[in-house]
């Protein structure tokens, strides 16, 4: 009598076969929240950086609206200035960066936060000629406004903002 051999797989063919599932399921769900991670990475990183460009593009279009010739007053982190045509907003402005909150607020208005407190530190700096530019015997023409800081999601991005108001304008003694 012929002996027939049974069909299907042994115990150690079972085995081998579900350690080499596990391993190539174990090496697909690494690669799957590999991506996922990238995805949210990559979102927070678009959100914070449109942020952030939304309020320097309003700090740039606030700059530049100072009226020419008129004073700008200046203390750590805050600058007060005149702004011109436009009857619906006050003609006083301030542009204030609070970086012990880490937010910058015009006119007491929050205009973006979530800025990070250190590394690098947030400064808003007035830059003023070297050279008396208006005739007037003083060097306190402004060149440029300068504000400088990164956000606490996105702490290895630092975003910097020159900018130059339109017209001739001086810094207060």
Known sequence: MKRIAPRGFTLL????????????????????????????????????SLAAQIALERLSFEIKAIVP??????????????????????????????????????????????????NPTPTLTVNTYTTDVSGDGATNDIESIVLNFSLAALPSMVFTKEIHPRGLVTLSP
């Open 13 to 48: 063919e079972s085995i081998v076969s579900l350690v080499i599932l596990g391993l190539v399921g174990s090496a697909f769900a690494y690669y799957l929240a590999w991506g996922a991670q990238g995805y949210v990475t990559s979102r927070e990183s678009t959100q914070g």
């Open 69 to 118: 010739r008129t004073t700008v007053s200046a203390a750590t982190n805050q600058i007060t200035y005149e702004t011109s045509g436009n009857p619906n907003i006050p003609a006083t402005r301030t542009l204030a960066l609070d970086a012990a909150n880490g937010r910058i607020t015009l006119d007491g208005n929050l205009l973006l936060d979530g800025i990070a407190t250190s």
